[in-house]
């Protein structure tokens, strides 16, 4: 005779915000038990297009943003939206839920955002936080399988903090928190490691076509190379890994480099390699890089150069 499972069901969860990370929240969520009662966004017709997308049964109801007060009564409502609309959607449903006996807790996703952002839901009773997953999602199928496993920023009143570490854990993930008024701080760090790599990576490849690669020959070139670093940096400290032109004190290569550079054409590249060669003189000096020769490269990155 088969024991009954002591394993307590899964809160029922609706999603507000079908793009890439709401679709891949769902699809994540709902092979890990969770049911979605209802996914919404910004036209019926996206939401229909996600749940498809995510296999999710046919009950789950498709809404557009003007229809949420359908949505059903869940036991948490995550808000994937883009930050711009997370106050709207805040004060709008509290508006329409003030008057229900029904107390979600409502998790928002923004990094850049605390949970004061929900503020109105929080003054009509509602338990209200944020879960920021520290991964890049690209593509909704895919990062359903970036969320398992991944870093978790976490923050808000004790119940929605509970729900979110359950959430975190059910994915294989790791919570960790950070004061409430430093994610202002906290979402700039995540971009300069995340966006921000990709745009590096994308000047790095219009170098190399004005090298006479193609673009997409260019990409290739350097993505092994760019994986070979993350690997470095995550057995290491940034010191450490940091290799090439500043880490050994190449003072006549930087010279070389920042000649190739001055062109009209490059004059985006020549900035963001200045900047970023200070931060790796930094870096150097912590390796015990010669100060007269971190010195000297100081002055030249500090130098404006002559376009041509």
Same mark, same amino acid.
């Given at each position: 005779?088969?024991?009954?499972?002591?394993?307590?069901?899964?809160? =029922?969860? *609706?999603?507000?915000?079908?793009?890439?990370?709401?679709? +891949?929240? %769902?699809? @994540?969520? !709902?092979? $890990? /038990?969770?049911?979605?009662?209802?996914?919404?966004?910004?036209?019926?017709?996206?939401?229909?297009?996600?749940?498809?997308?995510?296999?999710?049964?046919?009950?789950?109801?498709?809404?557009?943003?003007?229809?949420?007060?359908?949505?059903?009564?869940?036991?948490?409502?995550?808000?994937?939206?883009?930050?711009?609309?997370?106050?709207?959607?805040?004060?709008?449903?509290?508006?329409?839920?003030?008057?229900?006996?029904?107390?979600?807790?409502?998790?928002?996703?923004?990094?850049?955002?605390?949970?004061?952002?929900?503020?109105?839901?929080?003054?009509?009773?509602?338990? =209200?936080? *944020?879960?920021?997953?520290?991964?890049?999602?690209?593509? +909704?199928? %895919?990062? @359903?399988? !970036?969320? $398992? /496993?991944?870093?978790?920023?976490?923050?808000?009143?004790?119940?929605?903090?509970?729900?979110?570490?359950?959430?975190?854990?059910?994915?294989?993930?790791?919570?960790?928190?950070?004061?409430?008024?430093?994610?202002?701080?906290?979402?700039?760090?995540?971009?300069?490691?995340?966006?921000?790599?990709?745009?590096?990576?994308?000047?790095?490849?219009?170098?190399?076509?004005?090298?006479?690669?193609?673009?997409?020959?260019?990409?290739?070139?350097?993505?092994?190379?760019?994986?070979?670093?993350?690997?470095?940096?995550?057995?290491?400290?940034?010191?450490?890994?940091?290799?090439?032109?500043?880490?050994?004190?190449?003072?006549?290569?930087?010279?070389?480099?920042?000649? @190739?550079?001055?062109?009209?054409?490059?004059?985006?590249?020549?900035?963001?390699?200045?900047?970023?060669?200070?931060?790796?003189?930094?870096?150097?000096?912590?390796?015990?890089?010669?100060?007269?020769?971190?010195?000297?490269?100081?002055?030249?990155?500090?130098?404006?150069?002559?376009?041509?």
């Amino acid at each position: 005779m088969t024991k009954p499972s002591s394993q307590k069901p899964k809160p =029922t969860i *609706s999603i507000i915000g079908a793009g890439r990370l709401g679709t +891949a929240l %769902a699809l @994540a969520l !709902a092979t $890990r /038990g969770y049911p979605i009662r209802a996914l919404a966004a910004r036209r019926q017709s996206h939401a229909r297009k996600a749940i498809a997308l995510s296999d999710l049964p046919s009950q789950t109801l498709a809404l557009g943003a003007d229809q949420l007060e359908q949505l059903p009564p869940s036991d948490l409502v995550l808000i994937t939206t883009p930050d711009d609309v997370i106050a709207d959607i805040a004060r709008n449903f509290a508006k329409l839920r003030r008057s229900t006996r029904h107390r979600a807790t409502f998790l928002h996703t923004s990094g850049a955002l605390s949970s004061a952002v929900l503020s109105p839901l929080a003054k009509a009773g509602f338990h =209200t936080g *944020s879960m920021h997953p520290l991964v890049s999602i690209s593509a +909704a199928r %895919a990062g @359903a399988g !970036a969320l $398992r /496993g991944a870093f978790y920023c976490v923050e808000g009143d004790g119940v929605a903090m509970r729900f979110a570490k359950i959430i975190v854990r059910d994915l294989n993930g790791t919570a960790f928190t950070i004061k409430p008024e430093s994610k202002a701080l906290y979402h700039p760090a995540a971009v300069m490691a995340s966006p921000h790599m990709v745009a590096l990576f994308d000047l790095a490849t219009e170098m190399l076509v004005y090298c006479g690669l193609k673009r997409k020959e260019a990409r290739n070139v350097l993505a092994p190379l760019v994986q070979s670093t993350v690997n470095n940096l995550t057995r290491t400290s940034p010191e450490r890994a940091l290799t090439g032109t500043f880490a050994r004190g190449d003072l006549a290569t930087v010279k070389r480099h920042l000649k @190739a550079l001055s062109t009209k054409q490059l004059a985006e590249a020549l900035e963001v390699y200045k900047l970023l060669g200070l931060h790796s003189l930094q870096l150097a000096a912590k390796n015990n890089l010669d100060p007269k020769l971190a010195n000297q490269i100081g002055k030249l990155l500090h130098t404006k150069v002559t376009k041509k």
